[in-house]
């Protein structure tokens, strides 16, 4: 059973940074994607960024390149995303999803797997 632990959410100013940490267990992850998503009140949960495990392959948002980076430990089965140059638009639950396969897809329905989310607040 796949098992997705977010944490590292909070509430930061504008400008500042923060950095996620997803904790994977119960799939072979070498095999998968893992991806980060974002859902702001009211909107439909969006890609935010997707790593695919076994070869680093990255994919960004175009709102959040230059300033986010996913990242990966193998040793801790665990996916990073920091966070930097926050802005309040970023404010959101911010979710973290697999699949398996080696296309790191955009759509929240291409994944089954999903942790409990995190909620990242950036004030102006």
């Known amino acids: 059973q796949v098992q997705l632990v977010e944490s590292g959410g909070g509430l930061v100013q504008a400008g500042e940074s923060l950095k996620l940490s997803c904790v994977t267990s119960?799939?072979?992850?070498?095999?998968?994607?893992v991806t980060w998503f974002r859902q702001a009140p009211g909107k439909e949960r969006e890609f935010v960024a997707g790593?695919?495990?076994?070869?680093?392959?990255?994919a960004y948002a175009d709102s959040v390149k230059g300033r986010f980076t996913i990242s990966r430990s193998n040793a801790e089965s665990t996916v990073y995303l920091q966070m930097n140059g926050l802005k309040p638009e970023d404010t959101a639950v911010y979710y973290c999803?697999?699949?398996?396969?080696?296309?790191?897809?955009?759509?929240?329905?291409?994944?089954?797997?999903w942790g409990q989310g995190t909620q990242v607040t950036v004030s102006s």
């Open positions: 119960g799939r072979t992850f070498s095999s998968s994607i």
């Open positions: 790593l695919r495990w076994n070869q680093g392959n990255t």
């Open positions: 999803a697999t699949r398996t396969g080696i296309t790191i897809q955009t759509t929240p329905g291409s994944y089954d797997g």
